[in-house]
């Protein structure tokens, strides 16, 4: 049992316009609503933790676009994102008051929903080191996917992460050096995110804006690049195509440079190369297998989980934005939306 009391109304963030073409504190207001009472088979949660991540932006740009696979942001109403709470009241024969569960109805205080597929998800408190359950909310799945799912990251692979200091590229440098890669590589956009790269366990990282990119990855990767975790797209694509090893595998999560590379057929083909872009939709079992191999690696001391933290609640949500957009924000950013 929780002893909370639960108000009767709450506060909540709307959007309540569009980039024009940035994304500015304005285009956010807070109300209170009512908190409501959960259905049969809902529970109520006091929401604790609020991911941010940059694809806000897109789901907030125009109307929803049929491209992509996630519903965008209506008007009026508060966006959604991922954000992990503790049921307050249950009416879910499956689900006790007390129980952390995560969901996508974030920007809000409180927030009632099922539990099942595109719900709400009961998760264990105890698969991760306390006092880390929030992280069972970060982009490490999206990371995981990429690297375990679709290219297969193993012993003695040459890794490249591309946007490496995003919250997916710094988890998924260090899945694929957990997992066993020889050699992790970084890129970022500043000298001291450079640093911190080195500081999450990354081998070498560079600053873009250095160089030539193709020249830079010969460089570091001289046998070439096994597996390539791209973030950006753009001439970074161009330079790990041009740096590939025999068998490389290309897992595309994102296009954060807006630049269409030019994909040489013929690279491809004489390398055996596989490249697959995927979406944040997982296969059966990679959650379990994700957060057992996670928490393993958190109590064994390698894998560091260092988020940006945001405190301040629902007020403090529009300027966080606002500044990870900007590329202020290094890794991981959560907001939390509770003191306790």
């Known amino acids: 049992m929780v002893d909370v009391a639960v108000p009767v109304r ?33 529970v109520l949660v006091r ?24 519903p965008a942001y209506a008007l009026g109403e508060p966006p959604w994102a991922p954000t992990v709470g503790t049921v307050v009241v249950s009416r879910h024969p499956e689900v006790a008051e007390g129980d952390l ?18 719900e709400g998800t009961r998760l264990d408190r105890d698969a991760l080191p306390s006092p880390q359950h929030h992280l069972l909310i970060s982009p490490g799945m ?18 490249f992460v591309s946007g490496a200091t995003s919250g997916v590229g710094s988890m ?15 890129s970022t956009g500043s000298k001291d995110k450079v640093d911190y790269l ?23 990767a001289p046998d070439g690049i096994d597996v390539f975790f791209d973030n950006v797209g753009g001439d970074q694509f161009s330079a790990a195509l041009a740096n590939a090893a025999e068998g490389a595998r290309f897992a595309l999560c994102g296009t ?50 260092a988020p940006t933290v945001v405190e301040g609640g ?3 949500v529009p300027k966080a934005l606002v500044e990870q957009l900007g590329r202020r924000a290094r890794g991981v950013t959560m907001v939390k939306l509770s003191d306790d």
């Open 10 to 42: 709450a506060r909540e963030l709307h959007l309540v316009g569009r980039p024009d073409p940035d994304v500015s504190e304005d285009h956010f207001a807070e109300v209170e609503a009512e908190v409501g009472e959960p259905g049969e088979g809902q």
């Open 47 to 70: 929401n604790e933790w609020m991911l941010l991540s940059v694809v806000l932006k897109d789901l907030m740009e125009t109307e929803p676009n049929p491209d992509l696979p996630m």
């Open 101 to 118: 569960v995560f969901h996508n109805q974030g920007f809000r205080q409180y927030a009632i929903t099922g539990i099942g597929e595109w």
């Open 142 to 159: 999206t990371a995981w996917r990429g690297m375990v799912t679709v290219a297969g990251v193993g012993e003695g692979d040459t890794v």
């Open 172 to 186: 998924a440098g260090q899945i694929a050096r957990c997992r066993g890669a020889a050699k992790v590589i970084g």
């Open 198 to 220: 080195r500081d999450l366990g990354f081998d070498d990282a560079f600053d873009y804006h250095d160089g030539s990119l193709t020249e830079r990855l010969a460089e570091l």
């Open 256 to 305: 954060l440079s807006r630049d269409n590379p030019v994909l040489e057929h013929e690279t491809v083909i004489v390398k055996g190369m596989t490249i697959r872009g995927f979406i944040s939709v997982y296969e059966p079992g990679d959650q379990e297998e994700f957060t057992a191999a996670l928490g393993r690696w958190l109590r064994d001391g390698r894998f560091v989980f």
């Open 314 to 316: 629902l007020a403090a």
